[in-house]
């Protein structure tokens, strides 16, 4: 699927295991750089505080620093050993800088970011979702160690706007027999244009609006192996949660639309308050 594929890692688990992941996705041919960003305000830390006669001798600190460092350059070239012995095409890089800031500069040069996050309850944290709007690359989101299955392939989809660029990723999926792909549209309850569009005149007829709206669907699409759903709800982000449950959906792939700050303060986007949500891994597609 992907000719160059960048995973950054920090070392937990999470990341290695974002790089077994990756692997699922790289093309015959195609190469993972594994990307590790020493943080390079810890210099400037130690400059602060090498007078301060409580944290200890700055030599010695220093000294931490580089072997921390060279730690770090040999936990990468296991990485390589370790994917390279299973015929694996990948490399790995070293900079120093903002972590964030490097992964966003660097996701010009790759197809794919791969980002294995450490699972919590709700949400995810700004470094990652700012990865997430600002990369110029495709991003996989995967919580927490576990393994992508892509056996069930999810792509919600916005019949006001599809994304042709999820349309070309459904047939990519399409093309393997194994996979069964599923197109969900969502109709918001509120506000009640879509209610309206779809259902004319009838617009209490919830049937016949989701009778239209796999119309619309089919239509638009117009891939016969898909199973279409339509499902009407109040929040978008929550229904195809809930719908990617019910299904077992191993992986979901979603269109990431570009807003201003204002834009996303007043709309919001749905790839990111669903990524926020779900602990199903998720493909955002640019």
Do not use: C, W
């Not at 599809?162 to 509120?190: A, H, R, T």
């Amino acid at each position: 699927m992907y000719n160059r594929i960048l995973v950054p890692v920090d070392f937990s688990k999470e990341s290695i295991k974002a790089v077994e992941n990756s692997v699922k996705f790289l093309k015959d041919g195609g190469k993972i750089t594994v990307f590790h960003v020493f943080p390079s305000e810890l210099p400037s830390y130690l400059a602060f505080f090498q007078d301060m006669t409580f944290f200890g001798d700055a030599s010695k600190i220093e000294a931490s620093l580089i072997e921390i460092r060279e730690k770090a350059e040999e936990k990468l070239s296991e990485i390589v050993s370790r994917f390279s012995e299973k015929g694996i095409d990948i490399d790995a890089e070293l900079v120093d800088g903002k972590p964030y800031v490097e992964i966003i500069k660097k996701s010009a040069d790759f197809d794919l970011v791969v980002l294995g996050l450490r699972e919590k309850d709700y949400g995810i944290s700004v470094s990652p979702m700012k990865v997430i709007r600002k990369a110029n690359s495709d991003v996989l989101v995967i919580k927490g160690e576990r393994d992508v299955n892509i056996n069930k392939v999810l792509f919600p989809i916005d019949i006001h706007e599809i994304n042709p660029l999820v349309v070309e990723k459904i047939k990519q999926f399409e093309k393997e027999d194994s996979i069964g792909i599923y197109v969900l549209s969502v109709v918001e309850m509120m506000p009640f244009e879509d209610i309206e569009y779809l259902g004319g005149r009838d617009i209490l007829n919830l049937e016949a609006v989701k009778e239209r709206t796999l119309q619309v669907l089919e239509e638009r699409i117009g891939i016969e192996r898909i199973n279409y759903a339509v499902s009407i709800g109040v929040d978008v982000a929550d229904e195809i949660d809930s719908f990617a449950k019910s299904k077992e959906i191993g992986l979901v792939v979603m269109a990431h639309k570009k807003m201003s700050g204002f834009e996303r303060t007043i709309l919001g986007s749905t790839s990111e308050k669903f990524v926020q949500i779900t602990r199903i891994p998720t493909l955002i597609v640019k």
